[in-house]
C-alpha cells in the first residue's frame, strides 16, 4: 500500500524559511505528478504547487517564493522562502488522488 509522508513544518517567524519534504513507501514504479496543497484554518484546501515530468507550476500567491522539487527516491520537496503569516496552514502532498497526512505550518508576524 502506497503512503505519502509529510515532514518539515514548524513555527517561523515571517520572513524566514521552510523546507517541507514528502517520502513515498510503497512498490512505485515510478512517480509522474506530484503537488502540494494546504488548507487554512476555516478555509478550502488550495493547490499551492505541482511538478510533472519537471516541469513546474505555482499558485499566483506563492509565485517566487516556494519552489516544488523532486530527487531520484521519489521525494518530493517545497522549499518556502519569505514566508508570510497567511502561509500558515497544514500542508499536504498528493500523488494518485493519495494524500498524506499533512505537516502544520505555521508563521508568526
Known amino acids: 500500500q502506497v503512503q505519502l509522508i509529510e515532514s518539515g513544518g514548524g513555527l517561523v517567524q515571517a520572513g524566514g524559511s521552510l523546507r517541507l519534504s514528502c517520502a513515498v513507501s510503497?512498490?512505485?514504479?515510478?512517480?509522474?505528478?506530484m503537488a502540494w496543497y494546504r488548507q487554512a484554518p476555516g478555509k478550502q484546501r488550495e493547490l499551492v504547487a505541482t511538478i510533472t515530468s519537471g516541469i513546474t507550476r505555482y499558485a499566483d500567491s506563492v509565485k517566487g517564493r516556494f519552489t516544488i522539487s523532486r530527487d531520484n527516491t521519489k521525494a518530493t520537496y517545497l522549499q518556502m522562502n519569505s514566508l508570510k503569516p497567511e502561509d500558515t496552514a497544514v500542508y499536504y502532498c498528493w500523488w494518485r488522488g493519495i494524500w498524506g497526512q499533512g505537516t502544520q505550518v505555521t508563521v508568526s508576524s
Open positions: 510503497g512498490n512505485i514504479v515510478s512517480i509522474d505528478a
